[in-house]
């Protein structure tokens, strides 16, 4: 069962905050994150395990609410290099990841 | 963490004929995958490469179209047989050094294909 995630595009202007959410039909095990520049492969920003976590690097962090078997992605006063498209991807421990349609944010001077 | 690389990074092909795509990763991983993604689009996986067996695919995906091989902890092929123009697209593999439930996917950059 693919996530759902929202918004499904972002503008924002520099040092602006945004916040994008993932949600499944299905119990979760972990939710996965990866950002996708145009033309590039899909780079790792963070995975949360099951135990309603919360992770964050930088000025990019994450929650994740296994009972409403959802997750959000806060990005903190955006830089112009956090364009891309945003990916949720879900596994219920199936040894597969299951992607979302993707967010596409970007982000104005 | 690991790099993986991917041959070709990008073809044009006649319909009906058939290419294989490399996948080749600098340090053992645990599983692999085939991933298909159109311009714009969701990464969709198409199978699992499993190691000195078949692979495994997802709904929508057969062994005759889209025949896996993976013959070490390194290596991949997935060949894309009897093309069409809905083919064409962009075919990613990953890996990871362990079970991909709680380990980061590393990803090749992609093999660009267009079918005429």
């Known amino acids: 069962q693919q996530p759902v995630q929202s918004p499904q595009a972002v503008i924002l202007r520099e040092g602006e905050d945004a916040v994008i959410n993932c949600s499944s039909s299905?119990?979760?095990?972990?939710v996965h994150w990866y950002r996708q520049k145009h033309g590039e492969a899909p780079v790792f920003l963070m995975i949360l395990l099951k135990g309603g976590e919360q992770k964050g690097h930088d000025k990019i962090s994450a929650s994740f609410n296994e009972k409403k078997q959802q997750s959000s992605l806060y990005l903190t006063a955006s830089q112009l290099s956090y364009s891309g498209t945003y990916f949720c991807g879900t596994s219920n421990r199936d040894d597969k990841i299951i992607f979302g349609k993707g967010t596409r944010l970007h982000i104005l001077p | 963490s690991a790099v993986i690389s991917q041959k070709p990074s990008r073809d044009i092909c006649q319909r009906g004929t058939s290419l294989t795509i490399q996948c080749q990763v600098d340090?053992?991983?645990?599983?692999m995958f085939w991933y298909r993604q159109q311009p714009g689009q969701s990464l969709t996986l198409i199978a699992t490469?499993?190691?000195?067996?078949?692979?495994?695919?997802e709904s929508g995906f057969v062994i005759d179209k889209f025949p896996i091989s993976r013959p070490n902890l390194t290596f991949s092929t997935l060949t894309v047989s009897n093309m069409s123009p809905e083919d064409s697209s962009i075919y990613l593999c990953s890996g990871t050094q362990g079970g991909p439930s709680y380990n980061e996917q590393f990803f090749g950059p992609g093999t660009r294909l267009t079918v005429l």
């Open positions: 299905k119990a979760l095990y972990s």
């Open positions: 340090s053992q991983v645990t599983m």
């Open positions: 490469a499993n190691q000195g067996s078949e692979a495994t695919y």
